[in-house]
């Protein structure tokens, strides 16, 4: 917990110091990689999907877990999320989730990343790129089993294989698909995916085209369908604690590893009848004690009114008014001994009560990959142990 000599110093990650943040705690991201790559069998590899940030909770720190557990790999979706990695010293392979641009190729040389190229025209630019400049591209080809994104189809084999047969200078060395639904009960589109999938992997084989490493499973699949590892799982979000549903697979010990905490920034004692915030969206039916909070919707915090409830002195308070850019108000009229200063708990535990990303995505009316990728880097990021 920061104190005011944390303020000061350089746990703040060389921000000035704010009055709402992030807590992540790096151990427990190193157990909950631990965990996953201890269920896949040996000679699976882990590739570790740190885009956006790692949905938030900073790309390096995951990143440096996943390298502790020996993963083989990471994968994120810009560029610029790329570089950022090799300016941080990783040294891993970095698959490109997106279909490179041409203009983009240079830099794929540059900072030494795997393309996957998903349609004809980027795969033979590519090879001629690489041809011309004497380079060997690197390359996951991306299959299409009917997300209908991005990737050749699975029933087009016979229009892209001649294609991947004279390559020039490109480098196969792996073939993916991604699921549509993987976390959920009905597991039959998955299936479908899958035999699709199988059915590419099988006409390469029967004409001797080696593709190098097969992936398919993100943490749905990864948790529920195991017939899907190959040789290679793309984890993201189980890595943070976070589950993709709430009807996929548990693993013992997976636990959240990010907090979003504030202190209370003024209290407003008021009386029945007076209002709160914009719109005089909550009025008091009696005296309350109103807590402001120093964040909003500028920080990602779902814009909601009289709805939701974070943890102070140990309690679930409720949200009053409506959610701010940057101020939201709390009745903090039945916390005891409650002072400017205080800790809030937006996300995660305080005492004996949790609030789980979960709620914050009810609250948004949207999934925890969204609340998690909508928080904003204004808010600092503190690492723990
Ligand atoms: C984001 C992404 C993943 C990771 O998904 P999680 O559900 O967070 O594990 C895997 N594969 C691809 C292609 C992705 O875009």
Excluded at 18 to 46: D, Q, Y
Excluded at 341 to 352: A, I, K, M, N, T
Excluded at 370 to 377: F, H, N, Q
């Amino acid at each position: 917990m920061p104190d005011d000599e944390n303020m000061a110093g350089m746990r703040w990650g060389g921000r000035l110091p704010r009055s709402s943040w992030l807590e992540v705690s790096a151990g427990v991201l190193r157990s909950n990689l631990g965990i996953i790559r201890s269920e896949l069998p040996a000679g699976v590899g882990l590739l570790s999907v740190v885009k956006a940030e790692a949905y938030g909770h900073g790309a390096e720190v995951v990143a440096r877990a996943a390298e502790g557990v020996g993963a083989s790999g990471l994968a994120v979706a810009t560029l610029d999320e790329a570089a950022r990695l090799r300016q941080a010293g990783f040294r891993l392979p970095v698959l490109m989730l997106m279909n490179p641009l041409e203009s983009e190729f240079e830099w794929y040389r540059e900072l030494d990343l795997i393309a996957s190229p998903g349609q004809l025209t980027t795969l033979e630019a590519l090879d001629a790129f690489g041809v011309a400049g004497g380079w060997r591209p690197k390359v996951h080809l991306k299959i299409n089993t009917g997300m209908n994104r991005y990737g050749f189809r699975w029933d087009g084999v016979s229009d892209w294989l001649p294609v991947v047969r004279r390559l020039g200078a490109v480098r196969v060395g792996g073939i993916y698909s991604h699921f549509a639904m993987s976390d959920e009960l009905d597991k039959s589109f998955a299936e479908l995916q899958l035999a699709r999938f199988s059915g590419v992997l099988e006409a390469l084989e029967a004409v001797g085209v080696g593709c190098g490493v097969r992936h398919f499973c993100n943490s749905g699949g990864f948790l529920d369908l195991p017939q899907a590892h190959h040789d290679l799982v793309r984890v993201g979000l189980l890595a943070l604690g976070i589950y993709p549903s709430r009807v996929c697979r548990r693993l013992e010990g997976i636990a959240p590893v990010l907090s979003w905490k504030a202190r209370i920034a003024t209290l407003q004692p008021i009386a029945a009848g007076e209002v709160v915030g914009y719109g005089m969206r909550y009025t008091a039916e009696s005296p309350r004690v109103i807590g402001i909070v120093p964040l909003g919707y500028a920080d990602g915090f779902p814009r909601v009114r009289n709805e939701g409830e974070v943890l102070v002195g140990g309690c679930r308070v409720p949200l009053v008014g409506s959610v701010a850019m940057d101020a939201l108000a709390v009745d903090v009229t039945a916390v005891r001994g409650v002072r400017v200063g205080d800790e809030v708990v937006l996300l995660g535990r305080q005492g004996d009560e949790v609030v789980g990303v979960e709620d914050l995505a009810r609250l948004k009316r949207s999934v925890s990959y969204d609340v998690l990728a909508g928080l904003r880097g204004r808010l600092p990021r503190l690492i723990g142990a």
